[in-house]
């Protein structure tokens, strides 16, 4: 733990500094939200453009922090808690390169948003998968439904599914960049349809369970 909180306040200090080394050069209205087509649809006052993302990394670092001393089961997670302090980790540097590309292109450097953020988006959905496969029963992290915290074979057999769905999600959504156009069906489609099925799937497990 001493080492994720070090090495991601090393991170948002960085997000913070990159800021700051090119708020002057940074125009009085920036784009900070990008379409499908990779055009800019959003837009915010220089202060909030420069340093929202960094606001933002701080109050997220922050609560993931305090997740693992707030839970009924706290137990539990520190059963997987190298993989949960993983996920900070991967969080902070995914929130700092998205950081990066906002002020490439507010700074008129050629940046293809919609291309540059697919294999990103499948690194964090690739690990999601990883954590899932290792996470055990508890309140904030995974696939809560009822019946995966009503019992831990359902909570088990949820996420070990569960896993390899989102592992898959994050192959496709890697690839995406492939089909820039087709975002909403590289992305959002598949992540709707696996969180649906596994709502579906625990709730047959638990019943399974009950009738046994």
């Known amino acids: 733990m001493k080492k994720t909180t070090l090495i991601s306040s090393i991170l948002i200090l960085i997000i913070f500094a990159t800021s700051a080394y090119f708020y002057s050069t940074l125009p009085d209205t920036m784009a900070t939200h990008w379409g499908i087509s990779g055009q800019p649809n ?21 609560l993931l922090m305090i997740v693992p001393t707030i839970d009924p089961l706290r137990q539990n997670i520190e059963k997987f808690r190298k993989f949960y302090d993983g996920f900070i980790l991967l969080m902070v540097t995914f929130m700092l390169y998205i950081h990066v590309l906002v002020l490439l292109w507010n700074l008129e450097v050629s940046v293809n948003m919609s291309v540059a953020i697919f294999p990103a988006m499948g690194v964090l959905f690739y690990y999601l998968g990883i954590l899932m496969e290792h996470a055990k029963r508890n309140w904030f992290i995974g696939i809560r439904t009822p019946w995966t915290l009503s019992s831990d074979n359902v909570w088990d057999k949820t996420h070990k599914l569960g896993s390899k769905l989102f592992k898959a999600a994050g192959v496709l959504a890697f690839f995406g960049f492939l089909l820039p156009g087709a975002a909403l069906f590289v992305i959002v489609g598949p992540l709707i349809l696996f969180s649906l099925y596994l709502i579906l799937y625990s709730f047959l497990e638990f019943r399974k369970e009950g009738q046994a």
């Open 42 to 62: 959003g837009y915010m006052s220089k202060f909030w453009g420069a340093f929202f993302t960094p606001l933002l990394a701080v109050i997220m670092f922050g």
